[in-house]
């Protein structure tokens, strides 16, 4: 009992000390860089640029104010576990991006430094809050809850959409398509320093994970349910223990890897979990599966003729 405290202390700890960095970053990248150059790069903390140039308002505490209504609508469909880290997360950077915007240095400077440097803060800083299995809310959760209702529809494409039309609405604020183009480059920046340090460098098709774990039952049906992903249940033995088991096995794409840990977490945080890059993966729900037959024929009559 006192080893279970101490371990979930432990938990709590790095958590606080990862949002804290996160919250930092996140927070001098809109307050430094892509706010005060007409840079809204999407999200909820574009639309809240936005609202920050229009009417003034404090860019944090207007983030944490249209996340409420997401808030809510997230717990009634995922329930309260699986965003009780977001919900803090969120409020925390609220609080630090509006402290943060009282002490830190504007660059007025070139919009394409300030796209470039602003969208490597915010994808280190957002990058932070996932590793601990959480988000800053906004059009992330959104894409999340739209996918459950739309499964045809990948979370990537209903993150472009909702981003699309905030970015499209900043040329239009600030009258100027830079602005809007600066944005793009900003999101690009930032989408690749998350998936360079969540992924690494050498990203393949997909991702690979292994699940072990006292209630795969729930983890199987929590995965279906929310990301419409297969799972596969392999008869697995621990040869130390000598005990039968089961090995849950699920392709995703690569950017959904975090979401099915986050899912496994949320349900047992002592699950142990292997992922593994994918360099291909195919069939339904991947690529299709299609095969050139006049490729093929090639191919053989070519290792034909390398044996005679």
Known sequence: MLEELKKKRKV??????????????????????????????????????????????????????????????????????????????????????????????????????????????????????FIRGATTGGTD???????????????????????????????????????????????????????????GTDIGTGKVLFIMSAKNNEIAQQILMDMGRGVTALKSRGMYSGNDSEVLLCAVRRYEAFEVNDIVRSIDPNAFVIVGDAGEISGEGFREVKQDEKTLKDLLLKRKKEKS
């Open 12 to 129: 709590l700890v790095t958590d606080f000390l990862y949002f804290i960095a996160g919250s930092i970053l996140f927070g001098l990248a809109l307050n430094s860089f892509t706010a005060p150059n007409h840079i809204a790069s999407g999200g909820v903390s574009g639309i809240s640029i936005l609202l920050n140039y229009l009417f003034k308002t404090p860019i944090g505490v207007t983030i944490f104010l249209i996340n409420i209504p997401i808030f809510l609508w997230a717990v009634s469909e995922l329930g309260y576990q699986m965003v009780l880290k977001t919900i803090v997360a969120t409020f925390l950077s609220s609080a630090i991006i509006d402290l943060m915007g009282l002490v830190v240095p504007v660059y007025h400077g070139n919009q394409m430094l300030a796209a470039i440097f602003g969208g490597a803060l915010d994808g280190t800083g957002l990058s932070l809050f």
């Open 141 to 199: 959760l959104i894409a999340r809850l739209l996918g459950r209702r739309f499964r045809h529809v990948s979370m990537g494409k209903l993150l472009l959409s909702v981003d699309g039309v905030i970015i499209v609405a900043s040329g239009f604020v600030y009258q100027s398509l830079e602005s809007s183009l600066y944005a793009l480059i900003a999101i690009f920046v930032s989408t690749r320093i998350i998936d360079t340090i969540l992924y």
